[in-house]
């Protein structure tokens, strides 16, 4: 049973997100930092530059970034952090969307290879098998009580974040494979 969060409230988590970042904030940050997961807003607006536009946001589109400057930037925040960044951590604390990343790129162990980063040795996600990663998304469920978030998984989900944003596109759509839904 899907319980519909109400616009008003939609409206509201986005624009104090915005408040906090100085800036509308991209899709990967409502999932990592907001109050709700990003598929409310797609649900209720169709799209993330729609849901930002009704929120009085504009949608900050940036021309082509260089190879070079993306590169740059997952180098420095692996130097800050010590170990290869995350999908995940790079949403939080990068200056660029992962999914920045796996469109320029192919993948996030793609970019990671680029940037002269090793890849995180957690399996790869095309060795392993889609009703494997659906199987681990309801245990998880299951022990959380309610459909895990990209935090949840990262912390307590026996594969990366980046194994279903990489096998499925985009975390919206591996929890539509798995039939789970965020609110």
Excluded: C
């Amino acid at each position: 049973m899907s319980r519909s969060i109400p616009e008003v409230d939609l409206i509201a988590a986005l624009k104090s997100l915005a408040g906090d970042l100085g800036r509308p904030p991209t899709r990967d940050e409502m999932e990592a930092q907001g109050a709700y997961s990003a598929t409310p807003y797609y649900r209720q607006f169709g799209s993330w530059p729609s849901a930002l536009k009704r929120a009085g946001l504009e949608p900050q589109y940036r021309q082509e970034i260089p190879d070079e400057e993306l590169l740059a930037a997952l180098q420095n925040l692996a130097d800050e952090l010590t170990h290869p960044p995350r999908q995940q951590e790079m949403a939080t604390r990068g200056p660029f969307s992962p999914s920045t990343y796996r469109r320029r790129f192919g993948s996030w162990a793609t970019s990671l290879e680029k940037a002269g980063l090793e890849p995180d040795a957690r399996p790869s996600p095309n060795r392993i098998e889609q009703a494997e990663l659906i199987r681990a998304l309801h245990q998880l469920t299951r022990e959380l009580g309610r459909p895990p978030t990209q935090s949840d998984v990262e912390t307590h989900g026996p594969y990366s974040i980046d194994v279903y944003h990489d096998r499925f596109g985009s975390w919206s759509n591996a929890l539509k494979k798995a039939n789970l839904q965020l609110e």
